[in-house]
């Protein structure tokens, strides 16, 4: 059996199969109201208006691979699948989330035999960056030689999730999430579809009720279309009517029904992390149980609570982090809601903790010296030396052991040339770090002492 036939991971729309037909009448909202053509997509200009370069390569029918980058609900997905009817080509939808090597090679070869019968197929990946090294490397012989047209969908930077062979035979397209004022008209045009959203109903809605869902929606037309449903249920059983009071309620059912990705979910990790960097224990355990009761995943949290303690704690505590990490295992091994106490122990242990974003500033430092400058070589000196030409190169020459110097110090620099001097970290005088600040004195007065002798 052909996985063109019957893909167990996603579906295949041939050039024979109108896009509409996908959508039924009992599919969610924001299904049916996926756009069909150009002429119906919404948002994107820099991308799609009169010659932009997604425009022109769609126009021009270019067989190019892309990526499509960007936030959740703002149409890569739709995009994808409107290139598939405007080029008349087969297209299948495939899951990086549940796929596999053997998937991908399956279709590959389907893909393959396609082409020999000059028919056209675009491979669409959603969350490409969750396939691996070994996974990406399956679609690289395919793309060149254009066996496929991959188009890939991604929420996370392409640059550090998809590898460079795949990338650099691809086009990135950056999309941008959807303003409110466009959310709040397309939730209008739901309103009043009669065909494929709820104009079948016959409700009213108030423009600032779909304002409120709009707003709330953070640019995610699908998660409006998810809350709007919800107020139309809501509103069917009530006055038919939609106000700012019963799109409130869709609001708060909705973040508890479905938003573990969405705003709410930022916004509570977000209250959560700055309330641990004020060294507020009350909100900071207030905010946990939040995102407990909200079914949030305990694993997520820990790894987010270990971030604080890298981040907002350092070296002032540096306990903090086995601290952290023991509550993860502890979660592990207990489970949830046992195991949410050992995270609620941490938490406050973090808020109480000195605070320190001395590493974590000079780090960041650092990557901006590395990104603005050129790549230093490691100087001779620093360099090792395990053959006779090394040797004679100089590598090696002039190194001081630091074991043997008094002090356990040499006065020697390890930075290069150019860099001579720089300081990057700067520790503060909190907790443990003030001793670390008296330890980076004392070695400054070793050095220098040094030096004046010489």
Request: hydrophobic share 40%; aromatic share 6%.
């Amino acid at each position: 059996m052909s996985l063109f036939d019957n893909l167990p991971h996603g579906q295949k729309i041939s050039s024979k199969t109108p896009l509409h037909a996908v959508a039924g009448a009992g599919a969610p909202l924001a299904e049916r109201m996926r756009p069909r053509t150009l002429a119906e997509y919404s948002g994107q200009e820099h991308l799609l208006g009169p010659g932009k370069p997604l425009r022109i390569q769609i126009e021009r029918d270019d067989p190019g691979s892309m990526i499509f980058w960007g936030p959740p609900g703002v149409g890569k997905t739709t995009l994808a699948k409107i290139i598939a009817e405007t080029t008349k080509a087969s297209f299948i939808e495939f899951s990086a989330v549940t796929s596999g090597i053997k998937e991908i090679k399956q279709v590959m070869a389907d893909a393959a035999r396609a082409a020999e019968m000059h028919s056209r197929t675009i491979l669409f990946v959603d969350e490409i960056h969750r396939f691996n090294k070994a996974q990406q490397d399956a679609f690289l012989p395919y793309v060149e030689r254009g066996t496929i047209r991959l188009i890939g969908a991604t929420t996370e930077n392409p640059s550090f999730e998809i590898i460079s062979a795949l990338l650099s035979r691809c086009r990135v397209y950056v999309l941008q999430p959807l303003s409110e004022d466009r959310v709040t008209q397309l939730l209008r045009r739901a309103v009043e579809d009669k065909d494929r959203g709820l104009g079948a109903l016959n409700l009213t809605a108030d423009d600032d009720a779909l304002a409120l869902i709009a707003s709330y929606s953070s640019g995610d037309c699908r998660n409006a279309y998810n809350t709007l449903e919800v107020a139309a249920q809501l509103a069917v059983e009530g006055t038919k009517h939609i106000d700012r009071a019963l799109a409130a309620e869709a609001v708060q059912q909705r973040v508890l029904m479905y938003d573990k990705s969405g705003e709410e979910h930022y916004n509570l990790i977000s209250a959560l992390h700055k309330s641990v960097r004020n060294s507020d224990p009350d909100a900071a355990l207030y905010w946990l149980a939040r995102m407990f009761a909200a079914g949030e995943d305990p694993l997520y949290l820990a790894r987010r609570v270990v971030r604080m303690a890298v981040e907002d704690i350092g070296l002032a505590a540096p306990e903090a982090l086995n601290l952290c990490l023991s509550a993860k295992q502890a979660i592990e091994f207990l489970g949830s809601p046992e195991g949410d106490l050992a995270l609620a122990e941490a938490v406050v242990y973090l808020c109480l903790a000195p605070k320190s974003n001395s590493v974590y500033t000079a780090y960041g430092a650092v990557q901006q010296e590395i990104e603005h400058t050129r790549q230093e070589p490691v100087p001779l000196h620093l360099r090792n030396a395990p053959t006779r030409l090394m040797k004679e190169l100089d590598y090696g020459k002039g190194y001081r052991y630091a074991h043997d110097e008094e002090g356990r110090v040499a006065d020697m620099d390890c930075l290069p040339d150019s860099l001579k001097g720089r300081t990057f970290y700067q520790p503060t005088q909190e907790g443990r770090e003030k001793q670390l600040a008296q330890r980076m004195e004392e070695i400054r007065r070793i050095k220098s002492g040094k030096k004046n002798r010489e």
